[in-house]
């Protein structure tokens, strides 16, 4: 099994910052990509940022400039620092792994953290 746990959600005033972490533990040979995802209400999940093992990032065009990826590959965690934060990056922010066990490679995700941006 494999459990991922995100935290570090909150809210947050318009122009702020949050970093938010994600942790995988369980039964893990290596993991390669790490995501982050959000969902705002009523709209769909979307890919926010992603890092391969290793270190190349890719983000959405939202939040170009504003959010870092990084990850601690000795750690299995993943993170999310984001700056200059608006009211529409008001969501649920999940991340997702990409693990390598014993029987192959399977996608896991976390419970998700919300993230309010308002004043």
């Not at 942790?23 to 959000?38: E, F, H, P, Q, T």
């Not at 926010?48 to 870092?68: C, H, I, Q």
């Amino acid at each position: 099994q494999v459990q991922l746990v995100e935290s570090g959600g909150g809210l947050v005033q318009p122009g702020g910052s949050l970093r938010l972490s994600c942790a995988a533990s369980g039964s893990i040979l290596n993991i390669n990509a790490m995501r982050w995802y959000r969902q705002a209400p009523g709209k769909q999940r979307e890919l926010v940022a992603g890092v391969t093992s290793g270190g190349t990032s890719n983000y959405a065009d939202s939040v170009k400039g504003r959010f870092t990826i990084s990850r601690d590959n000795a750690k299995n965690t993943v993170y999310l620092q984001m700056n200059s934060l608006k009211s529409e990056d008001t969501a649920v922010y999940y991340c997702s792994a990409d693990v390598r066990r014993l029987i192959g490679v399977s996608t896991y995700w976390g419970q998700g953290t919300q993230v309010t941006v308002s004043s």
